[in-house]
């Protein structure tokens, strides 16, 4: 299902395959990001490994990463398909 050009993974929320390649991009680790963005660490590693996350946790994280939420939701262009991550092609 889509919502606001975000493609959710269920009824629990969405699955952020862009978010490692976003953090890299704006070199933090883990722990960093998630103290800018207010979530608790486990959250992101949770997220950049497939697992869901709250739309509201996606909005925090792209925050604090300066882009957009649809951003994170997509895949890059080297990310495998697979392992609960959402195929938007």
Do not use: K, W
């Not at 722990?31 to 207010?38: E, F, I, K, V």
């Not at 509201?56 to 951003?71: D, E, F, G, K």
């Amino acid at each position: 299902m889509r919502i606001g050009g975000l493609e959710m993974a269920g009824e629990a929320g969405y699955v952020t395959p862009g978010l490692r390649r976003a953090r890299r991009a704006a070199f933090l680790t883990q722990q960093q990001l998630a103290d800018r963005a207010n979530v608790a660490g486990m959250t992101v590693s949770r997220a950049e490994r497939g697992h869901v996350i709250s739309l509201a946790n996606v909005l925090r994280l792209a925050a604090a990463l300066r882009t957009t939420p649809q951003t994170l939701c997509e895949l890059g262009e080297t990310e495998a398909v697979g392992s609960g991550v959402v195929d938007h092609g």
